[in-house]
């Protein structure tokens, strides 16, 4: 209730309150978005004596001090707002306690600290960002938060951060100090991720693909161009294939617009997956169990279970990575009439009386068909005797699932229900 704000924010960092009224103290604060509030937000993470999970709280708070605010951050839940007047005192607080907190005790405060920074772009706290991520004992994740503020700024000291990280062997802080250097250096940047091409991890690979495709300099078209030489000798892999695709078509250059077409015109007309085959690999399992589960235009749990969760209008598609080939996976993506897993098809019988029944053939026997309905999923056994016709009507999964996801989306899925076992 916005008018118990006031009462609730001056109870910030008040010793002894239950953690639950200290967190809503915190968040009215937040709330009411003003200078005191800040100030008062500033103390709490600043104290070192403090409950941690209360400082980081306000420090969160903090960092969005100035971002727009509808989801109840206490109970998870949407709900209208009133509009505040222009938040005050977030950036000012935050320059004041920041440079202590880089150095904190805490773990999970420092990373907050870094990446506050970046959101707040505090150019000021640079040199102390510098600072924090030269800390050769400090974990790779700080290190590299601290190189991303610098980057979220703009800040000309990104060129020494970059330098400092790429003397480190922490794979975290290498793979930021990549991607970061076309921001100091595109030159530099190319060179630097063209070096793992070939070499890395795969979404180390993947993700170097993505920054030299970002960078305006001739240097770039001609790493992307020994990639395409490797993909036209057959000689790339298949998990770096779309990422390579995707790079080269974002570059004008004629030399690899030729090489890019030359792939392209390897595609054979007949073949149903020829625009999707670069899917088949190099997915991400997470990324692609949140598109399954939560993509709404996609529908995929309306109609299938996984591990008992989902809908009962396609097959269950547990242990489906054992059963089917990642060709299957996608080709049942892409082209789902293509081919129907028993139980599955859906058929249109017009019986002798004239009436017509559709629905899934969940079961057939000499005698009778089982069809459950699409509309409820209710079954009704049709003997045979009474049919006059039989006719296979489309999937019940529609067309265009492909479009619908995109490319990346759909190399996701591919590796998430190829991995389900």
């Not at 969160?60 to 509808?70: D, K, R, T």
């Amino acid at each position: 209730i916005p008018a118990a704000w006031p009462q609730l924010a001056s109870l910030v960092a008040r010793p002894g309150l239950p953690e639950a009224i200290a967190h809503r103290a915190v968040n009215a604060a937040y709330l009411l978005g003003d200078a005191d509030a800040a100030e008062r937000l500033g103390r709490i993470a600043a104290d070192t004596s403090a409950d941690s999970a209360q400082r980081l709280f306000a420090l969160e708070s903090l960092a969005i001090w100035n971002e727009p605010f509808g989801r109840d951050r206490i109970t998870g839940l949407w709900r209208e707002l009133p509009p505040r007047q222009e938040a005050k005192g977030g950036k000012e607080t935050a320059v004041k306690i920041l440079p202590a907190l880089l150095k904190d005790r805490d773990e999970a405060l420092r990373l907050a600290a870094a990446k506050a920074a970046g959101a707040m772009k505090l150019t000021s706290l640079a040199e102390a960002l510098v600072a924090a991520a030269s800390v050769a004992e400090e974990k790779g994740e700080i290190r590299a938060a601290a190189l991303e503020a610098l980057g979220a700024m703009d800040s000309p000291k990104l060129a020494a951060g970059v330098k400092l990280a790429l003397q480190s062997t922490d794979k975290t802080l290498l793979e930021t100090a990549r991607e970061l250097a076309g921001k100091a250096s595109p030159e530099d940047a190319v060179t630097l991720n063209a070096a793992v091409l070939g070499k890395g991890g795969t979404t180390e690979q993947q993700r170097a693909l993505a920054v030299i495709a970002a960078q305006p300099v001739p240097s770039a078209d001609a790493a992307i161009a020994v990639q395409l030489d490797r993909l036209l000798a057959g000689k790339l892999q298949p998990k770096f294939q779309l990422d390579l695709l995707e790079a080269a078509a974002r570059r004008t250059d004629e030399a690899v617009q030729q090489k890019f077409a030359t792939y392209e015109a390897t595609r054979k007309p007949a073949d149903a997956l020829a625009a999707w085959r670069e899917c088949l690999e190099g997915g991400d399992k997470k990324a692609g169990k949140i598109l399954f589960a939560e993509k709404a235009e996609a529908g995929c749990m309306r109609c299938h279970k996984v591990k008992g969760e989902g809908g009962d209008v396609g097959p269950d598609l547990a242990a489906l990575g054992q059963r089917l080939s990642r060709e299957a996976v996608l080709q049942a993506i892409v082209d789902p009439n293509a081919t129907i897993a028993a139980g599955y098809e859906n058929v249109m019988l017009t019986l002798q009386s004239g009436e017509m029944v559709a629905g899934l053939l969940t079961a057939e026997s000499d005698a009778e068909f089982t069809i459950a309905s699409l509309t409820d999923g209710t079954r009704r056994q049709v003997k045979k005797a009474d049919v006059k016709e039989r006719t296979k009507i489309p999937s019940a999964m529609p067309p265009g699932l492909g479009e619908v996801l995109g490319k990346r989306g759909l190399r996701d899925v591919v590796e998430y229900l190829s991995t389900l076992k």
